[in-house]
C-alpha cells in the first residue's frame, strides 16, 4: 500500500469552527505516523489543462484567479491563501495515485483536502474546489482508449459533482452510496445517467454496517460486474460514521474496515487496480480510526 498527502493541505483555512477543517487530516497523519505507515509526498500539483478535463476551462480560470486571497470559491467553499494551491496539489495527487497504482498493481490511498466530490463541471460547492477522484477517472481514459473505470463512492453525501461529470460517459461506471435524504438533496434511484451509468443507493438516516454492507454486496457489488472496469476509484468519506455532526449514519470503524475489505476482495479477485481518496469525515477526535482501518492498519495509542 502506498499513501499519498502533502503538508499544503494543513495550510487550507476554512476558518474557525469550520468542519472541514486542518485537524481532521493531522489526526489521520498523527496517527498513521504512530502505526508506523509512512506516507510519501505527493510530487506535483495538477495544472490547469489538467482540469479542463473535468471542468469549464472558464470556471477554472476563475478558480485559480482566488490564489492568495481569503473568502469564498463557490457555493459553502471557504478559502485561505493556500487553499487554491492546496486543491491543485490535492487534485495532482489523486492523479500520481493512478499512476502509482497502475506502475505497482497495489492500492494507493490518497489523504487530501480539500475534497472534491461536489465539485461538478462549473461550480465549486459543499467543501470541494475541484472534483479528485473524476479528474483521476478521465486521466486514466484518456490514458487508455477503450478502457472503462469505476467509481464507489461511500461519503455520507450524494457525490453529485461525480455524477454530473461523469454523466454522459459511457466508458465510467458512478455508485454511489449515501443518506437520502441530505445535502445535496441529489441521488435518488431513478438518477441514471445518458447511459445507464450511474447507480445511485439511497440509504435512510440510521443505516449501520449491516445496511451498508448489505447495499454494497447485492447492489453496488452487481454492478460492478456488469461493468468490467479497468480500474476502481473509491471516494472514501467516512462521514456515515456514528456520531458524524454533518450527518445521522450509524457505520463504526469495524464497518468500514470490512467494506474496504470487501471492495478489495471483489478488485483482487478481478485482477482489478484500486484507488481510495479521501472525502468528508467530520468527527475529528475518531475519523482517524475509521481511516486505519479501512486501511487495515491497527492504531497504536
Known sequence: MTVLSHPVFLDHDTGEGHPECPQRLENILAALDRAGVPWTPVSAPATAADLGRVHDRAHVDAV?????TTGEAGVEVPIGPRSIEAALW?????????????????????????????????????FCVFNNVALAAVTYLDAHPGARVAVIDWDVHHGDGTQDILWDRPDATFISLHQHPLYPETGAADERGAHGNVHNIPLPSGSDDADYLRALEEQALPVLDAAAPGLLLVSAGFDA????PLAGMWVTPGGFAKMASRVREWASAHGVPIVFILEGGYKVD?????????MGVTPSR
Open 64 to 68: 485559480l484567479a482566488l490564489a492568495g
Open 90 to 126: 490535492a487534485a495532482g495527487g489523486a492523479m500520481e495515485a493512478v499512476r502509482r497504482t497502475l506502475a505497482s498493481g497495489t492500492e494507493t490511498w490518497a489523504l487530501v483536502r480539500p475534497p472534491g466530490h461536489h465539485a461538478t463541471r462549473r461550480l465549486s460547492q459543499g
Open 241 to 244: 460514521q456514528q456520531g458524524d
Open 286 to 294: 475518531t475519523l482517524a480510526d475509521c481511516v486505519l482501518a479501512a
